[in-house]
């Protein structure tokens, strides 16, 4: 296609990740981006395999053209797929499994509690698993996780951040998710437990396999006074996924 675009359609400019920067190519050449505003990926107005142009806004004659149009999947002209095809499934596949290992890492937590309970009743009056401390938690949390995940990292450490080096409780590896542990004491309610976390996730989010950091907070002496807004505030932040469970 030409720069003349009077009863014809424009050309639209998409990213390869599928974001569409104008349907109006040539009728409006301001809107035209090199690389994506969202994304930073490279930015197309041709098929990558035949070079026809992706069809973009209709203009019709007195400037009048028709809105919304819709990012193809495939080439109309030869029928392959775009790149931002692949590129959405991907995408999608790669969400649902960060679904999945959450739902499970969700499932330990809120069963937390009742394995603790269930613990407390042994055999033959034998000793009772006590859940005295942090390493206490960390420790049954750590043999529940190996039912689910393979490569776990324990005491991963993280690069310095603020120069502070810390190191995370748990990595999921192959997952790329960062747990934290933590267990509520007369020393660590609310406020000492908020500003606690807020220092870990500030650290753990500079690590290179770290996409999502998930806070377990056992607390079965009741300290904190508002669980669901704690775990809402501490779960705000804009550039990485930050999930946070206390349970009692």
């Not at 806004?57 to 797929?81: D, K, M, Q, T």
């Not at 000492?192 to 996409?211: M, S, V």
């Amino acid at each position: 296609m030409n720069g003349n675009k009077t009863n014809a359609y424009d050309v639209m400019q998409i990213c390869l990740n599928g974001h569409c920067m104008t349907e109006h190519y040539y009728s409006k050449p301001y809107s035209r981006k090199e690389y994506c505003s969202k994304c930073a990926k490279k930015t197309i107005i041709q098929c990558p395999h035949c070079k026809n142009e992706i069809k973009g806004n209709y203009i019709v004659p007195e400037s009048i053209s028709i809105p919304s149009v819709v990012v193809p999947v495939i080439c109309e002209y030869c029928g392959h797929p775009f790149p931002w095809n692949k590129e959405k499934k991907e995408i999608f596949n790669e969400r649902k499994q960060n679904v999945d290992n959450i739902s499970l890492i969700n499932k330990i937590c809120e069963r937390f509690p009742l394995v603790v309970k269930q613990l407390q009743k042994r055999h033959e009056n034998r000793p009772n698993f006590k859940i005295d401390d942090e390493y206490d938690v960390q420790d049954l949390f750590h043999s529940l996780l190996i039912l689910f995940f393979n490569d776990i990292r324990v005491e991963e450490p993280i690069p310095s951040y603020a120069g502070s080096s810390k190191r995370a409780d748990f990595l999921l590896k192959d997952e790329q998710i960062i747990i934290e542990i933590k267990k509520t004491r007369a020393n660590l309610k609310n406020k000492q437990l908020g500003d606690q976390l807020i220092i870990d996730i500030a650290n753990y989010k500079n690590h290179p396999d770290c996409k999502i950091i998930y806070c377990f907070v056992y607390a079965p002496d009741k300290y904190i006074t508002n669980p669901q807004g704690l775990e809402k505030d501490l779960s705000k932040d804009e550039n990485i996924e930050v999930i946070v469970k206390i349970v009692s």
